[in-house]
């Protein structure tokens, strides 16, 4: 202690010696804390700090273990040695009250520019983190008041946040206002904080986990320069981010993820509270409904926010028991372990791996989903909240609660530990001697053996204690053995006593059937059978049988095993990976069962099953710039033109194939399935789109006109998809409607090389794209296209002018043209012409129309195109019968039309978001809406199983029993008929909706 200087008597002098010797770091805290007297000693005002403080035994504590754990704490005394003599005011240490926030606050809308309020921000911070700990390694605070206090440090950041961006907004765009009729009222809005820092269980350093919501569709700023209340609100988010995350001199605030928001990175930044619920109503996945568990509030109009989670509570909290949410978290928490494991990480990673606090907090959670629908009391935010609760109901046992209680508080109180040191974001538990010792002694533990046993008997108690309570049903479950696999796997194949047994088990095909069983017994003709194969290949057997027993189809099942094994059989890897993965079996069953396409494509390609056990390849819903972003990189690599097309097409081929993998196991919503083919159609539609205009430029030039000064301007080009992909409701085996539009306008509009014409120039673009996209390889074709809803259909040009493109649907166009516009949406192209397009379709859908018009014309075409494509007997359309899919779409697409100008909000390119929008407009009672979304979900999915069924476009459903019954099966269905029977019923439902609307035109 003697860099401490004189001023200190001896005792004082022992009691800092002794408590230096508890520290991490002993030889390190005299020094901090010479350096933090030293930047005092150059403040006049502080000069005498240092020694009261010290003096104080209360306050040597604090100090003398703060700097001797945490180089931060001490980093940052000494970088602001004012705050120490703040914290040491009476009554300084206690958390910010009203009088301190609404100071902050005043003092947040007084910030002149962005730096100032980033340090503002970071300055409060960097005080509260100092306050919070030295109280926290002084042993004055709890672990859950440590948790508060740093949660309440970033809502506070985010209000002032909040406030300064909307002061500094104003001169330009003035306050957001909703719009009331012919009144107006100020605009609310929300953050919502999610994860712990909505359950106030924040670390030192966290990411906060952020959702944006605003209260109303309709308004716009008042100011000079107004924008929509959605454009407004996204800006301001996007600046609160980065006054939250940019780093500066100061640090960061907070990282802010976004990526728990309705659609995640693809999804828009904020959104409305409405659009935010019919979300969450309509496309809401398990997984969403545990995060919703945690969501809270923190900054903005609090009131907003919980009235927006009052009306989420039935999504969240179901009213019956709900045992099937454990497998959306089972599902959740073996991706963790796979990263976990992956990275070697299994026993040091206090949160994410082997008896960590995630396996708490999912044990926790999964009881809240099962039980909160009916139990309020469980309807709770904080951890340890909920296991008093659940202990007091009954529903674990008081042991058990104590010690998940006990096990949490120590366990979040080391990620703590770890964090303190330089608030690093780390989980880990250090592998090198000195720093595990350092950790022991930040735990109060001089023995750092000692400390060790004591961590490894708290994870192993928490993993035995989750593996029983979280997945003991699962586990016995599988310990029943299925009486028709054992007999599969006893019988003599070649006897009568064999032929019987198969036919018991549904197995009719008797070669496809032995050729499996012989090769599951036997393993691969001509390869012996190893002593190591033979050991997978017992334990493979009735994991594989067992799946495909229980497949939509298990005879197709059957069939496609069978070859599959032949082909991997040999490869001892491949079938260890399948026995250690009973999921990836379960999945492989599935998909032989289910779809002639994928199974066919996995047989040749069967390397391909080391991306089905990958953690990120089955995980979660891909953004559109993520595939682009991979793909681009794919395709850099490419050597010459023949391995761009096998790159674009395996591309398309392993994405399809994780799509529709994800689709058949349920880990998507029909909605994700559908929107992830589109996106998947726009990243090759904008590759095939910049490889054909490299192409024609290296060999032409650039496209180019001059307008009437003589100033030459580049012509764009731009890619619009009609129909299904128009509506990000791509499918399985659809083709794509596309309408190619250029922008050159002007006069000398011709390439700057050899002055070939703009219009031959983007003809041969045109074309170079038609045959990329569907020229049949090795690897198949991309897509089918259609291109007749060009103006003129096949007799007019393949690329049109955006001048032509206009005139013509302005007055031209028929009616039936302008309902295949409510779906248009540029998909590729320069961003500044897609959205002139984009803004012109608009226009054109928008226009006024004489409803009674619109209707006898929609009317009319329908009765065209049934009378033209109306199925025969005995056959069940579920796209052109009377109230099947064409009829709502026609209905939605007549709506839009002729209430368009009117309710401009109700135009949706996506026809379930378009019904929503005509409930909410008044234009579909809800009980019509209850029957049209209904029976179009239904439908959409009897499309999808479908065309995956068959490997083909196909919406019509035969009276094959076979193939009713394997549809069916497909589409959660048991008995062969009842297809036919569901599909019927909703179109006996929807025909008179329809016809109500459309009857008076129809005659």
């Known amino acids: 202690m003697d860099r401490l200087g004189d001023g200190l008597d001896e005792m004082t002098r022992r009691d800092l010696a002794a408590l230096a010797a508890l520290t991490a770091e002993p030889e390190a805290a005299p020094s901090r804390l010479a350096a933090w007297r030293d930047a005092c000693l150059e403040d006049p005002a502080l000069t005498g700090l240092p020694a009261r403080l010290l003096g104080d035994a209360a306050w040597r504590k604090r100090l003398v273990l703060g700097f001797g754990h945490s180089p931060y704490l001490a980093l940052a005394a000494s970088r602001w040695p004012g705050v120490l003599a703040e914290l040491a005011q009476p009554g300084g240490l206690n958390p910010p009250d009203e009088a301190y926030r609404a100071a902050f606050l005043a003092q947040a809308e007084g910030w002149k520019d962005f730096a100032q309020a980033a340090r503002g921000l970071r300055l409060h911070k960097h005080r509260e983190y100092l306050r919070i700990g030295l109280l926290d390694l002084a042993g004055e605070l709890p672990l859950m008041e440590v948790t508060r206090s740093l949660a309440g440090v970033a809502d506070l950041c985010l209000d002032g946040g909040i406030r300064w961006l909307t002061r500094q907004m104003a001169p330009r765009h003035g306050l957001p206002m909703v719009q009331l009729g012919e009144e107006s009222r100020p605009a609310r809005f929300v953050v919502l904080a999610m994860g712990k820092h909505g359950a106030r269980e924040l670390n030192f350093s966290?990411?906060?986990?952020?959702?944006?919501?605003?209260?109303?569709?309709?308004?716009?700023?008042?100011?000079?320069?107004?924008?929509?209340?959605?454009?407004?609100?996204?800006?301001?988010?996007?600046?609160?981010?980065?006054?939250?995350?940019?780093?500066?001199?100061?640090?960061?605030?907070?990282?802010?993820?976004m990526r728990l928001r309705p659609e995640g990175e693809s999804g828009d930044?904020?959104?409305?509270?409405?659009?935010?619920?019919?979300?969450?109503?309509?496309?809401?996945?398990?997984?969403?409904?545990?995060?919703?568990?945690?969501?809270?509030?923190?900054?903005?109009?609090?009131?907003?926010?919980?009235?927006?989670?009052?009306?989420?509570?039935?999504?969240?909290?179901?009213?019956?028991?709900?045992?099937?949410?454990?497998?959306?978290?089972?599902?959740?928490?073996?991706?963790?372990?796979?990263?976990?494991?992956?990275?070697?990480?299994?026993?040091?990673?206090?949160?994410?791996?082997?008896?960590?606090?995630?396996?708490?907090?999912?044990?926790?959670?999964?009881?809240?989903?099962?039980?909160?629908?009916?139990?309020?009391?469980?309807?709770?935010?904080?951890?340890?909240?909920?296991?008093?609760?659940?202990?007091?109901?009954?529903?674990?046992?008081?042991?058990?609660?104590?010690?998940?209680?006990?096990?949490?508080?120590?366990?979040?109180?080391?990620?703590?530990?770890?964090?303190?040191?330089?608030?690093?974001?780390?989980?880990?538990?250090?592998?090198?001697?000195?720093?595990?010792?350092?950790l022991a002694r930040r735990m109060g533990e001089m023995d750092p053996e000692r400390f060790r046993r004591r961590l490894a008997r708290v994870q192993d108690g928490v993993y035995a204690l989750y593996r029983r309570l979280f997945h003991q049903a699962e586990e016995e479950a599988r310990e029943v053995a299925d009486p028709k696999v054992e007999a599969l796997l006893g019988c003599d194949l070649d006897a009568e006593e064999g032929r019987r047994v198969m036919e018991a088990a549904g197995l009719f095909h008797l070669d496809h059937a032995r050729a499996l069983l012989g090769a599951l017994r036997l393993g691969t003709v001509g390869v012996p059978m190893t002593e190591s194969n033979r050991r997978w290949f017992d334990r493979l057997a009735p994991l594989l049988l067992t799946e495909i027993l229980a497949a939509p189809d298990p005879e197709m099942a059957v069939t496609h095993a069978e070859e599959f094994i032949r082909r991997v059989g040999r490869r001892t890897s491949y079938l260890a990976l399948m026995v250690e993965n009973p999921r990836v079996v379960r999945l492989l069953a599935r998909l032989f069962g289910s779809s002639a396409l994928l199974s066919r494509f996995l047989n040749r390609h069967p390397d391909l099953i080391d991306r089905l056990i990958a953690p990120e390849f089955l995980e979660g819903h891909r953004s559109r710039n993520d595939m682009g972003a991979e793909l681009v990189s794919a395709l850099a690599a490419a050597r010459d033109a023949d391995d761009w097309h096998r790159v674009i097409r395996d591309f398309k081929n392993i994405e399809l194939l994780r799509l529709a993998l994800r689709d058949l196991m349920g880990l998507a919503e029909l909605p994700e399935a559908m929107a992830g083919l589109s996106a998947l159609a726009d990243v090759i539609l904008t590759q095939v789109m910049v490889d054909a205009l490299d192409y024609a430029?290296?060999?032409?030039?650039?496209?180019?006109?001059?307008?009437?000064?003589?100033?030459?301007?580049?012509?764009?080009?731009?890619?619009?998809?009609?129909?299904?992909?128009?509506?990000?409701?791509?499918?399985?085996?659809?083709?794509?409607?596309?309408?190619?539009?250029?922008?050159?306008?002007?006069?000398?509009?011709?390439?700057?090389?050899?002055?070939?014409?703009?219009?031959?120039?983007?003809?041969?673009?045109?074309?170079?794209?038609?045959?990329?996209?569907?020229?049949?390889?090795?690897?198949?074709?991309?897509?089918?296209?259609?291109?007749?809803?060009?103006?003129?259909?096949?007799?007019?040009?393949?690329?049109?002018?955006?001048?032509?493109?206009?005139?013509?649907?302005?007055?031209?166009?028929?009616?039936?043209?302008?309902?295949?516009?409510?779906?248009?949406?540029?998909?590729?192209?320069?961003?500044?012409?897609?959205?002139?397009?984009?803004?012109?379709?608009?226009?054109?859908?928008?226009?006024?129309?004489?409803?009674?018009?619109?209707?006898?014309?929609?009317?009319?075409?329908?009765?065209?195109?049934?009378?033209?494509?109306?199925?025969?007997?005995?056959?069940?359309?579920?796209?052109?019968?009377?109230?099947?899919?064409?009829?709502?779409?026609?209905?939605?697409?007549?709506?839009?039309?002729?209430?368009?100008?009117?309710?401009?909000?109700?135009?949706?390119?996506?026809?379930?978001?378009?019904?929503?929008?005509?409930?909410?407009?008044?234009?579909?009672?809800?009980?019509?809406f209850a029957v049209l979304d209904e029976a179009y979900g239904f439908y959409r999915l009897v499309e999808n199983r479908l065309r995956l069924l068959l490997d083909r476009s196909e919406n019509r459903i035969d009276a094959n029993p076979r193939l009713r019954k394997r549809l069916g099966r497909l589409c959660g269905l048991e008995e062969s008929g009842e297809i036919v029977a569901e599909v019927e019923k909703r179109l006996v439902a929807v025909r008179p909706i329809v016809q109500s609307r459309l009857e008076s035109a129809s005659g």
């Open 206 to 257: 966290s990411d906060i986990d952020l959702i944006y919501l605003y209260d109303e569709d309709e308004g716009r700023s008042d100011g000079p320069q107004p924008l929509p209340l959605k454009q407004y609100y996204s800006r301001l988010g996007k600046e609160l981010m980065r006054l939250m995350q940019e780093p500066t001199a100061e640090g960061q605030v907070f990282r802010v993820d």
């Open 269 to 438: 930044l904020c959104l409305s509270c409405r659009s935010a619920e019919i979300y969450y109503e309509s496309w809401g996945q398990s997984w969403e409904r545990a995060v919703m568990i945690k969501a809270r509030p923190a900054a903005g109009d609090l009131a907003l926010g919980e009235a927006f989670l009052a009306k989420l509570t039935p999504f969240v909290y179901r009213r019956y028991l709900d045992f099937a949410a454990l497998d959306a978290l089972r599902e959740m928490k073996r991706r963790i372990d796979r990263k976990t494991a992956q990275a070697g990480h299994v026993r040091r990673n206090v949160k994410l791996g082997y008896g960590g606090i995630r396996e708490i907090e999912f044990f926790v959670q999964s009881q809240q989903l099962i039980h909160g629908g009916k139990q309020p009391r469980l309807r709770q935010r904080e951890t340890l909240a909920t296991l008093r609760e659940l202990q007091a109901l009954g529903l674990v046992e008081r042991e058990n609660a104590d010690f998940l209680e006990e096990a949490y508080v120590y366990l979040r109180t080391v990620e703590h530990r770890l964090q303190i040191e330089r608030t690093a974001q780390t989980h880990l538990v250090p592998e090198d001697p000195a720093a595990f010792a350092q």
């Open 697 to 928: 430029t290296r060999r032409h030039g650039s496209p180019a006109w001059s307008d009437e000064q003589g100033q030459r301007h580049p012509a764009p080009f731009a890619v619009v998809a009609m129909g299904k992909l128009g509506g990000d409701e791509l499918n399985y085996a659809s083709d794509l409607d596309l309408l190619f539009i250029h922008g050159s306008e002007g006069s000398e509009p011709w390439t700057e090389k050899d002055n070939l014409s703009n219009g031959a120039f983007f003809a041969r673009v045109g074309q170079r794209m038609v045959t990329a996209i569907t020229t049949p390889t090795a690897s198949g074709k991309l897509y089918d296209l259609d291109m007749r809803l060009r103006p003129s259909g096949n007799s007019g040009p393949l690329v049109i002018g955006f001048q032509a493109f206009s005139h013509y649907q302005r007055h031209e166009a028929w009616t039936w043209e302008h309902q295949a516009l409510t779906r248009a949406r540029v998909v590729a192209g320069e961003p500044a012409f897609a959205a002139r397009i984009q803004e012109e379709i608009r226009t054109i859908v928008t226009l006024p129309r004489d409803p009674e018009t619109v209707r006898r014309e929609v009317a009319e075409m329908r009765q065209r195109m049934f009378k033209e494509k109306h199925p025969p007997e005995g056959v069940v359309d579920i796209k052109q019968s009377r109230g099947g899919i064409v009829d709502i779409e026609f209905l939605a697409q007549y709506l839009i039309l002729a209430h368009a100008h009117a309710l401009p909000r109700i135009v949706q390119r996506n026809t379930g978001r378009a019904l929503n929008a005509f409930r909410q407009a008044g234009l579909l009672s809800p009980e019509e």
